[in-house]
């Protein structure tokens, strides 16, 4: 499998296990780090994103999806920072991050930080 098939398929269980739990909260996820600059090496790398969210969230609000999904996939590591909305906009100037997209999946053949 293809990184970029390994990193659509594990965002897209976390999207649909977000979702399924938090019906209309998530606004975004993008992704960070050597994934998003052409780094990822399979193997030693994990996917780190920052997920957008309508309100804030506990820490246990998440907390069940990143168990589940970690079971089912343990490598690479899906690393997830949460952030409301009003607290984003500071980051995707920083980060030169472009709008979220509408839902419908993750593809990284998308601009290399955008998700959703």
Do not use: W
């Amino acid at each position: 499998m293809t990184v970029t098939a390994v990193v659509d398929e594990i965002c897209a269980r976390y999207l649909a296990a977000f979702d399924a739990r938090h019906p209309g909260r998530l606004t975004g996820l993008y992704l960070v780090g050597s994934i998003a600059l052409g780094d990822f090496k399979p193997g030693r790398s994990d996917i780190d994103v920052v997920v957008v969210t309508s309100d804030p969230l506990a820490l246990g609000d998440v907390e069940q999806i990143h168990t589940d999904l970690a079971t089912l996939h343990p490598r690479p590591f899906f690393d997830a920072s949460t952030s409301p909305r009003r607290n984003f906009a500071p980051f995707r100037m920083a980060m030169g991050a472009a709008s979220p997209l509408s839902k419908g999946g993750c593809s990284t053949a998308l601009p290399p930080n955008v998700i959703r």
